[in-house]
């Protein structure tokens, strides 16, 4: 009789789940699909950008399980009103190719490609988290094409390591099980607990967590930066020569973050001049501290015009 009635439970809820993962998942396209997408032709294939407002050009360098539609929710949080914001997907990202070397390096190229077809001289240029790479590669290799460099959350070259040492400390990227729509979908549904501890911050539900759905479209990306991106700061340290950066640099970062370090941080200090914005609390997100973040980087960008 109990079995019976598990047995019940158990379809039902697993017919209630399927019907609730397409509708999310059908939602979560839609909404992915709704910008207003740009492409361009580059050295390393299509590149899909978004590129919203006027004023002074901000280029987004965005995180893992991002792409055009992350980056500009995290320039709408960060910059607000009165710049142009120009969100790429970065390689094997929604609409943009995965080339058969897509390192930091050749990201910075197409950076700059971008912006020469935009008609773009100079820009401001943000990274998040994995993006870290890209946009360090873009300061050291064009210099003349950046106005200031806004380190947000981002990771950084603290130490040169070897690949055995980076597989040793778990820096190979997320789980491949989570790669894929069902898991990860199901696991921000019901478990949105684990993904606000991982960050250190509040962000089941928001904004932000909504644009790493649906993932198949970032899938080749996500594991380009598993393999790579994540990597290539460590596996590469000398080639990150920050003393030579001659570029005003702003640091937002919270001491609590669990995913990009603290410690990683205050070693890139000892390194570079840059202007600072350092929280207490708020983890990879910087939850709580949005007015804050946005008023450092805001004063930032006028100064350094």
């Given at each position: 009789?109990?079995?019976?009635?598990?047995?019940?439970?158990?379809?039902a809820?697993g017919?209630?789940?399927?019907?609730?993962?397409?509708?999310?998942r059908?939602?979560?396209?839609?909404?992915?699909?709704a910008?207003?997408?740009?492409t361009?032709?580059t050295?390393?294939?299509?590149?899909?950008?978004?590129?919203?407002?006027?004023g002074e050009?901000?280029?987004?360098?965005?995180?893992?399980?991002?792409g055009?539609d992350?980056?500009l929710?995290?320039?709408?949080g960060?910059?607000?009103?009165?710049?142009r914001k120009?969100?790429v997907?970065r390689?094997?990202?929604?609409?943009?190719?995965?080339?058969?070397n897509?390192?930091?390096a050749?990201q910075?190229?197409?950076f700059?490609?971008?912006?020469?077809?935009?008609g773009?001289e100079?820009?401001?240029?943000l990274?998040?988290?994995?993006?870290?790479?890209?946009?360090?590669?873009?300061?050291l290799?064009?210099?003349?094409?950046l106005?200031?460099?806004?380190?947000?959350?981002s990771?950084?070259?603290?130490?040169?390591r070897?690949?055995?040492?980076?597989?040793?400390?778990?820096m190979?990227?997320p789980?491949?099980?989570?790669?894929h729509?069902?898991?990860?979908w199901?696991?921000m549904?019901?478990?949105g607990?684990?993904?606000?501890a991982m960050m250190?911050?509040?962000?089941?539900?928001?904004?932000?967590?909504?644009?790493?759905?649906?993932?198949?479209?970032?899938?080749?990306?996500?594991l380009?930066?598993t393999?790579?991106?994540?990597?290539?700061?460590?596996?590469?340290y000398?080639?990150?020569?920050?003393?030579?950066?001659?570029?005003?640099?702003l640091?937002?970062?919270?001491?609590?973050?669990p995913?990009?370090k603290?410690?990683?941080?205050?070693?890139?200090?000892?390194?570079?001049?840059?202007e600072?914005?350092?929280?207490?609390t708020?983890?990879?997100?910087?939850?709580?501290?949005g007015?804050k973040?946005r008023?450092?980087i805001?004063q930032?960008?006028?100064?350094?015009r």
């Open positions: 009789m109990w079995s019976f009635i598990l047995l019940a439970i158990v379809i809820f017919v209630m789940t399927a019907i609730q993962f397409q509708r999310d059908k939602a979560a396209y839609k909404r992915l699909e910008y207003p997408v740009r361009v032709k050295q390393f294939g299509t590149m899909s950008y978004v590129d919203e407002g006027s050009a901000i280029l987004i360098s965005h995180g893992i399980f991002g055009y992350q980056g929710v995290s320039l709408r960060a910059a607000g009103e009165g710049y120009i969100s997907s390689f094997g990202y929604p609409g943009s190719e995965l080339p058969d897509p390192t930091p050749h910075a190229e197409v700059v490609e971008l912006l020469d077809q935009l773009v100079q820009a401001y240029v990274t998040t988290s994995a993006g870290g790479a890209a946009g360090l590669r873009f300061a290799d064009y210099p003349n094409r106005k200031g460099l806004i380190l947000l959350s990771g950084v070259p603290d130490m040169k070897t690949a055995k040492e980076i597989e040793e400390l778990g190979m990227g789980p491949q099980l989570f790669v729509d069902f898991p990860m199901f696991s549904k019901y478990f607990f684990i993904f606000n250190g911050s509040k962000v089941s539900g928001s904004p932000l967590m909504e644009t790493m759905l649906p993932v198949s479209p970032r899938r080749p990306g996500i380009a930066d393999k790579m991106t994540n990597t290539d700061m460590s596996l590469h000398d080639d990150y020569p920050l003393e030579d950066l001659h570029v005003p640099v640091v937002v970062h919270a001491q609590d973050d995913m990009a603290y410690d990683s941080i205050q070693k890139v200090l000892t390194r570079v001049q840059a600072t914005a350092i929280f207490a708020g983890g990879h997100t910087i939850d709580g501290q007015d973040v008023h450092a805001v930032f960008l006028n100064a350094a």
